[in-house]
């Protein structure tokens, strides 16, 4: 369970990503500030042009591969190993982390229609 401290802070955050509708080099900071690496990754592989919304799913590349991510969950070793178990004191993995930041943002991402079976 993440600390109130970091609460506080992740709000703030994503209040101002909300209302701003752009990265900052201030709220880059205070990414970095709050999620530490995992901010750091995360708005690496935003400007990667990394993650990815088809139809409604959102995909975010790894190092290894490409994880879907739904809401904030995501199927990566660090969110099911660290996340899960509370061993960090942070919510969320960096896939989720930049998913959340570019569906906030309402950019940053890769739009692509949704693949016919």
């Not at 178990?85 to 940053?108: F, I, Q, R, S």
Request: charged share 30%.
């Amino acid at each position: 369970m993440p600390s109130a401290a970091f609460l506080r802070g992740k709000k703030g955050l994503f209040k101002r990503l909300r209302e701003g509708g752009a990265l900052t080099v201030e709220l880059e900071w205070m990414l970095f500030d709050i999620y530490g690496s995992r901010g750091k990754r995360a708005l690496e592989v935003i400007k990667k042009r990394g993650v990815t919304k088809r139809g409604q799913r959102w995909f975010v590349r790894g190092r290894v591969g490409e994880y879907e991510v739904v809401g904030t969950l995501c199927s990566c070793r660090d969110y099911v190993l660290n996340v899960v178990t509370g061993k960090v004191d942070v919510d969320m993995c960096y896939h989720a982390l930049a998913k959340t930041m570019c569906e906030l943002l309402d950019a940053y991402y890769v739009l692509e229609p949704e693949p016919k079976v």
